[in-house]
């Protein structure tokens, strides 16, 4: 396989994931003035694995940015349950823990 085939054969990356918010939505700016809204979800559930009941636990941060992180920063509060839209990215944190965050490109209140 070629590295043209090989980076097309992972392009697929969606996620949508319904939940509630856990933590106050919190809206900043990035230095070059692009606004942000992070917050975390957490998602409970049953799934079915092998033809038996899984129940199903999440916990994942979220990140909404451009214009609508704006409006959605005024909409958005804690125990809102939300179905969030996205792709999934590596972060590290301060100590230099990598963790998956969800970047939402469309989000709906439930």
């Known amino acids: 396989m070629s590295s ?10 969606q996620l949508r994931l319904s939940g509630i918010i856990i933590k106050p939505p919190r809206l900043f700016r990035s230095p070059s003035g692009v606004s942000h809204l992070k ?13 038996l009941p899984r129940r199903s ?14 409006f ?6 804690q ?5 969030v839209e996205g792709f999934l990215n590596r972060e ?3 100590s230099g823990q990598g963790k998956l965050v969800l970047h939402a490109q469309q989000l709906v209140k439930i």
Do not use: C, M
């Open 79 to 83: 125990s809102d349950a939300v179905t």
């Open 39 to 51: 917050f975390v979800l957490e998602h409970k559930s049953e799934q079915v694995e092998a033809n």
């Open 92 to 94: 590290e944190d301060s």
């Open 57 to 70: 636990y999440v916990r994942i941060n979220i990140v909404f940015s451009g214009q609508q992180a704006d």
């Open 72 to 77: 959605w920063s005024e909409k958005l509060k």
């Open 4 to 13: 043209s085939q090989a980076s097309l054969a992972g392009q697929w990356n």
